[in-house]
């Protein structure tokens, strides 16, 4: 199986019908070329040199403002690709909204970017925007130790889920506001069954990132595992390799063929023309070692004493020097390519570390929001809210409201006065207040891996094939070519099925 093969089986298997199976279209979409949807408030200027798409970006050296210059309605999730101009550079990026450009007091924070990059390379970044209403975007941007570059874009319709949330949470606040004031039963009452069904609705939610992050970190295992990009980096692959590898077994010993063979033969079989994953430390250790083979094997001193013909001596003695620099330059371009390669598996063992450690939490999360919603702490509940089969969920959620009711019944009865009830109320709505976390750390993992898939398109794109030789290049092409099929297969359904 094929490295970006293997990335696109597992990202279907997710997929069930849900609040997640919602419209995703974009309902905004900026570069910084031609006419700019971005009033540049202060502080930013467009520059033609590092732009992420097109010609132009935008650059802010220490800080500045942008906005919309039209409403967007029913604005989701955004998503920024930024640079910066050195590793240790921080940015730091402001979302607000607001009705109106004339009341400068109405600008409401809905979101925070803020981090550094690890290198120069422009890295997508995502962010909940949430608003279901028809809003001014703005941005606030700091850049500190350096410049940051912003381009592309982009916002997503609302989910439904999130929307109906909202509404939910709109409902709540102004029946809670109600319930301060008031302590009639009926509003009490009216105000737990508004905050019992918006607490068990987050339960469906909180499955379906679990789900989604398990999708995920099935990927990527299986993506760690079948490394096509790797074997391009494997020297058994290239024609230059395997003349190297002929032109020293025709002046060596049967004892220097066997010390050869040895050498390669991790990299897989040269017979069959099956190559292996190749690591850093793998090639590290066959480098130095091979070249000092094949110096060896060429001087006069080892060809005259290993039995071999005259005619191969008079080889030897005429191309020993020039068999050398041609292994020592094909090796130095396997190494760039290797480095390209173990860098994409960097990447994706860190973003498998970061969503492993998101699922843990969050299926802690969501165990603690179930006996806070009434529910005994058994591993049983968990898993009848986690199942798989429909019916099995509906009848775990209708069972886990009506153990909220019974709940929020029992405080309801024993309070003196609304400061108890109000106390519960908002204890529960903290628990459902604190899923925003989890959906913004999603946000950062699915930004990983648009980011991964970006590095890796630029990686297998033509301009980068490493090799001077006719026939290796063409080689690297081929490999390639597969290759950028099977990536472009994977982000498709990725897409599809996280965004």
Not at 304 to 319: D, I, L, P, T
């Amino acid at each position: 199986m094929t490295y970006a093969k293997a990335l696109a089986i597992p990202l279907f298997f997710t997929l069930c019908a849900s609040a997640f199976a919602d419209d995703k279209s974009s309902v905004f979409s900026s570069d910084f070329d031609g006419e700019s949807k971005w009033a540049l408030v202060y502080g930013a200027e467009l520059e033609s040199a590092q732009a992420h798409s097109g010609d132009k970006s935008l650059k802010v050296e220490n800080e500045a403002s942008i906005r919309t210059k039209s409403m967007i309605a029913e604005a989701g999730t955004m998503e920024i690709w930024l640079r910066t101009s050195a590793p240790v550079t921080n940015y730091k990026i402001k979302v607000f909204v607001n009705t109106t450009l004339s009341n400068d007091a109405g600008w409401v924070q809905v979101g925070n970017l803020e981090g550094s990059n690890n290198d120069t390379e422009y890295h997508a970044k995502r962010v909940s925007v949430d608003d279901p209403g028809k809003k001014y975007i703005r941005l606030d941007i700091e850049s500190v130790g350096g410049t940051t570059n912003i381009d592309d874009i982009s916002v997503d319709r609302i989910l439904l889920s999130t929307a109906l949330q909202k509404n939910q949470q709109q409902v709540f606040d102004e029946v809670m506001g109600k319930l301060r004031d008031d302590q009639s039963y009926q509003i009490q009452t009216e105000a737990l069954k508004k905050l019992g069904d918006n607490y068990t609705s987050q339960i469906e939610i909180q499955r379906q990132y679990i789900e989604y992050s398990n999708g995920i970190y099935s990927t990527i295992s299986l993506v760690l595992a079948t490394s096509e990009r790797s074997k391009m980096a494997n020297p058994l692959g290239y024609a230059t390799f395997k003349h190297v590898i002929d032109d020293v077994k025709k002046v060596s010993s049967p004892i220097q063929k066997t010390r050869l063979d040895s050498l390669i033969r991790p990299f897989g079989d040269i017979a069959t023309a099956s190559l292996n994953i190749v690591t850093a430390g793998a090639f590290n250790a066959f480098a130095e070692p091979f070249k000092s083979i094949v110096a060896t094997t060429f001087e006069k001193s080892s060809y005259e004493n290993a039995g071999v013909s005259k005619e191969a001596q008079k080889f030897a003695e005429k191309n020993g020097l020039n068999t050398y620099q041609t292994a020592e330059k094909f090796l130095g371009e396997i190494e760039k390519e290797l480095a390209k390669a173990n860098g994409l598996d960097k990447d994706l063992a860190d973003i498998q570390t970061d969503v492993d450690r998101f699922r843990k939490d969050l299926s802690k999360h969501l165990k603690d929001y179930l006996v806070y919603g009434g529910q005994d702490k058994q591993s049983e509940n968990f898993n009848k809210v986690m199942s798989k089969d429909d019916q099995v969920r509906a009848t775990a959620l209708k069972a886990i409201n009506e153990g909220f009711a019974k709940q929020a019944e029992a405080v309801q009865t024993r309070s003196t006065s609304n400061a108890q009830l109000v106390q519960f109320m908002l204890r529960a709505n903290n628990n459902i207040d604190e899923l925003q976390e989890y959906k913004e750390r999603f946000n950062q993992i699915t930004s990983a891996m648009i980011t991964f898939y970006d590095k890796f398109d630029k990686s297998i794109a033509p301009d980068q094939n490493p090799f001077s030789n006719a026939d290796d290049r063409k080689a690297w092409e081929m490999h390639a070519t597969k290759t950028r099929n099977y990536i472009q297969q994977s982000k498709e359904a990725f897409k599809k099925a996280y965004l």
